[in-house]
């Protein structure tokens, strides 16, 4: 432990710092999404972000809060952008909107608002809509979708219809039906078809994988978040993944792809790192993370939902609270363990 | 037995000690069951039927009955009268039988009878015990009506599915137009927790409003008092 004499110099870490630097640190994900996937995300983020915001007045308004205050905190907007980042991006608007206004009001606000909430908001929403419309949450673009941004617009404000052909499975979906599908095609073969899969992981999707990642990086950096959680989490997934892949290369994908599939990065970073719902304690952060790794293997490979880390997060935010009892750290000058 | 008490009764049963709202009694066919308004109704009129004449039963016996062996006697009484609301749904309302399945025999398991009957008719006359299972099962009755169609309609976007089980030629009517994508987890036993939640907090916030008109006669302070707390507690509800 370094020691450090006074003066010291007060750090200005705020609600409102905190929460808008983590959405500054989705920038370069929304950047290649918009850019290689669909543009419409920009239309979903700005959808998301409104009904956030409504949301949250509404709310601030009836529980008699400043709503000055709370509504410029970020907090708000950060759990918006996630929402939109997660759902399927050419997703009718109203969709993101009930998720929204399901996050905001019932799992944050109901729950006595911004510290005081038991579940991530964001996954909360994943996890509602998939549950109550599962077919429109597993529409996702098909790769190499060739659709101006006007059109994509015009799908998600339901002026003309979603085809199969523009939507389609995820690359967790297609290698799941292969695993079902016992013998006929197996993994590496699928990994060849480069309509979908692209050199890490899905097609296009691996590359944004890889720009959360990189904020996730800046997070650590600007120490808003601390490295136990992620790691743990990216060590579990790893590891359950690589063994099953020594076990059975034919039938499991390659540690590495699961690592960029889905929503391993934004989650690690952005999402089991919440201070809210996450645990506190460094040993904590790490059997949290490592059992939200595991989870999420077992749901998006044996489950029957596209991806698991939304219901994995949900799972643990209820353990959460008895993991940081069970991982109090020993009180300063005493031995052993705490009281 | 006065007007006083037979208000008393109806109060405590409709709303004071709703079994559903504030006893939270019976939540599994509260939360198996009321898909729709039709089959929370038709359980909850089983339901009636079997609190009712269980409590005539046990307030008649109850002299007669050894206080170390009533419960057996009481699921005894209880169960030979849901075999007997079984059978007759069996036979005039088939189709709703195998709909309601499991959840007519389990009326046997169902607190909200066997508290009444341990709790007030075992310790009342017959007749004040007939109108405590009664009000009490009407109050069961509204609140699963009510969130059966408040989950009907919000998943579905139908009022009163599943009529035709019961009066055949009826079709349920459709509230939200055809289009309705459904939210299906309404209809899921998250959403009827959820939905049973708001009905809670309904329920509390209606009463925590009451007492400003109610109590014109109090000093004002106290009026300010209660005021002050119907209006944190209306805070925390919202």
Same mark, same amino acid.
Request: net charge positive.
């Given at each position: 432990?370094?020691?450090?004499?006074?003066?010291?110099?007060?750090?200005?870490?705020?609600?409102?710092?905190?929460?808008?630097?983590?959405?500054?640190?989705?920038?370069?994900?929304?950047?290649?999404?918009?850019?290689?996937? &669909? /543009?419409?995300? #920009?239309?979903?983020?700005? +959808?998301?972000? @409104?009904? !956030?915001?409504? %949301?949250?007045?509404?709310?601030?308004?009836?529980?008699?809060?400043?709503?000055?205050?709370?509504?410029?905190?970020?907090?708000?907007?950060?759990?918006?952008?996630?929402?939109?980042?997660?759902?399927?991006?050419?997703?009718?608007?109203?969709?993101?909107?009930?998720?929204?206004?399901?996050?905001?009001?019932?799992?944050?606000?109901?729950?006595?608002?911004?510290?005081?909430?038991?579940?991530?908001?964001?996954?909360?929403?994943?996890?509602?809509?998939?549950?109550?419309?599962?077919?429109?949450?597993?529409?996702?673009?098909?790769?190499?979708?060739?659709?101006?941004?006007?059109?994509?617009?015009?799908?998600?404000?339901?002026?003309?219809?979603?085809?199969?052909?523009?939507?389609?499975?995820?690359?967790?979906?297609?290698?799941?039906?292969?695993?079902?599908?016992?013998?006929?095609?197996? &993994? /590496?073969?699928? #990994?060849?078809?480069?309509? +979908?899969?692209? @050199?890490? !992981?899905?097609? %296009?999707?691996?590359?944004?994988?890889?720009?959360?990642?990189?904020?996730?990086?800046?997070?650590?950096?600007?120490?808003?978040?601390?490295?136990?959680?992620?790691?743990?989490?990216?060590?579990?997934?790893?590891?359950?993944a690589g063994l099953l892949w020594w076990f059975d290369p034919s039938r499991f994908a390659s540690p590495l792809f699961h690592l960029f599939a889905g929503g391993a990065t934004i989650g690690a970073f952005f999402v089991i790192t919440d201070p809210?719902?996450?645990?506190?304690?460094?040993?904590?952060?790490?059997?949290?993370?490592?059992?939200?790794?595991?989870?999420?293997?077992?749901?998006?490979?044996?489950?029957?939902?596209?991806?698991?880390?939304?219901?994995?997060?949900?799972?643990?935010?209820?353990?959460?609270?008895?993991?940081?009892?069970?991982?109090?750290?020993?009180?300063?000058?005493?031995?052993?363990?705490?009281? | 037995?006065?007007?006083?008490?037979?208000?008393?009764?109806?109060?405590?049963?409709?709303?004071?000690?709703?079994?559903?709202?504030?006893?939270?009694?019976?939540?599994?066919?509260?939360?198996?069951?009321?898909?729709?308004?039709?089959?929370?109704?038709?359980?909850?009129?089983?339901?009636?039927?079997?609190?009712?004449?269980?409590?005539?039963?046990?307030?008649?016996?109850?002299?007669?009955?050894?206080?170390?062996?009533?419960?057996?006697?009481?699921?005894?009484?209880?169960?030979?009268?849901?075999?007997?609301?079984?059978?007759?749904?069996?036979?005039?309302?088939?189709?709703?039988?195998?709909?309601?399945?499991?959840?007519?025999?389990?009326?046997?398991?169902?607190?909200?009878?066997?508290?009444?009957?341990?709790?007030?008719?075992?310790?009342?006359?017959?007749?004040?015990?007939?109108?405590?299972?009664?009000?009490?099962?009407?109050?069961?009755?509204?609140?699963?009506?009510?969130?059966?169609?408040?989950?009907?309609?919000?998943?579905?976007?139908?009022?009163?599915?599943?009529?035709?089980?019961?009066?055949?030629?009826?079709?349920?009517?459709?509230?939200?137009?055809?289009?309705?994508?459904?939210?299906?987890?309404?209809?899921?036993?998250?959403?009827?927790?959820?939905?049973?939640?708001?009905?809670?907090?309904?329920?509390?916030?209606?009463?925590?409003?009451?007492?400003?008109?109610?109590?014109?006669?109090?000093?004002?302070?106290?009026?300010?008092?209660?005021?002050?707390?119907a209006e944190e507690t209306t805070a925390g509800h919202a």
């Open positions: 432990m370094s020691l450090i004499s006074a003066p010291h110099f007060r750090p200005e870490d705020s609600v409102r710092k905190i929460m808008l630097t983590t959405c500054a640190a989705l920038l370069p994900g929304i950047a290649i999404y918009a850019w290689l996937i &669909v /543009p419409a995300i #920009l239309t979903q983020l700005l +959808i998301a972000s @409104a009904a !956030a915001l409504a %949301g949250e007045a509404l709310m601030l308004k009836m529980r008699g809060k400043p709503l000055g205050l709370f509504l410029t905190d970020g907090s708000a907007l950060l759990t918006a952008w996630l929402i939109a980042l997660t759902f399927p991006p050419l997703s009718p608007w109203w969709l993101i909107v009930t998720g929204t206004l399901f996050a905001i009001i019932i799992t944050k606000h109901l729950f006595g608002g911004l510290g005081q909430n038991v579940f991530n908001p964001a996954m909360m929403a994943f996890a509602v809509c998939i549950v109550a419309f599962p077919a429109l949450m597993s529409q996702w673009p098909s790769p190499g979708l060739q659709l101006s941004f006007a059109d994509q617009n015009r799908i998600i404000f339901g002026l003309s219809p979603l085809l199969d052909s523009i939507a389609g499975a995820t690359p967790l979906d297609a290698l799941k039906t292969a695993l079902k599908r016992e013998g006929t095609i197996g &993994v /590496p073969e699928l #990994l060849q078809n480069r309509q +979908i899969y692209g @050199a890490l !992981a899905g097609r %296009g999707w691996e590359w944004v994988s890889s720009a959360y990642l990189l904020g996730g990086l800046f997070l650590l950096q600007r120490r808003i978040i601390t490295w136990h959680a992620p790691v743990a989490f990216i060590v579990s997934l790893a590891a359950l809210i719902t996450g645990c506190a304690t460094p040993r904590g952060q790490l059997i949290f993370g490592a059992i939200v790794g595991l989870l999420d293997y077992l749901i998006r490979v044996f489950g029957g939902y596209p991806d698991g880390v939304a219901f994995a997060v949900i799972l643990m935010n209820i353990a959460a609270p008895l993991i940081d009892a069970l991982t109090q750290p020993p009180v300063f000058g005493m031995k052993g363990k705490s009281p | 037995m006065n007007a006083a008490e037979f208000k008393t009764l109806a109060h405590n049963g409709l709303w004071k000690q709703n079994p559903c709202l504030v006893q939270l009694l019976g939540l599994c066919p509260l939360l198996a069951v009321t898909t729709n308004a039709v089959n929370g109704f038709m359980l909850s009129l089983a339901t009636i039927l079997v609190m009712t004449v269980a409590n005539v039963a046990v307030a008649t016996l109850r002299n007669l009955i050894p206080h170390e062996i009533r419960i057996p006697v009481f699921i005894l009484i209880v169960a030979s009268l849901v075999t007997v609301v079984d059978l007759l749904f069996n036979a005039f309302l088939h189709e709703l039988y195998l709909v309601l399945g499991i959840f007519i025999p389990l009326i046997v398991t169902n607190c909200i009878v066997l508290a009444r009957v341990e709790a007030f008719a075992a310790k009342n006359p017959p007749l004040r015990s007939t109108f405590d299972g009664l009000f009490m099962g009407i109050g069961l009755l509204w609140t699963l009506v009510l969130l059966g169609a408040l989950r009907e309609i919000i998943g579905n976007g139908t009022l009163f599915s599943g009529i035709d089980l019961v009066i055949p030629g009826l079709s349920p009517l459709r509230l939200l137009p055809e289009n309705y994508p459904g939210f299906l987890l309404a209809l899921l036993p998250p959403g009827a927790f959820i939905l049973l939640g708001c009905l809670i907090a309904g329920k509390n916030w209606l009463d925590a409003r009451a007492p400003r008109k109610k109590t014109p006669k109090a000093s004002n302070a106290e009026a300010q008092r209660t005021q002050n707390a």
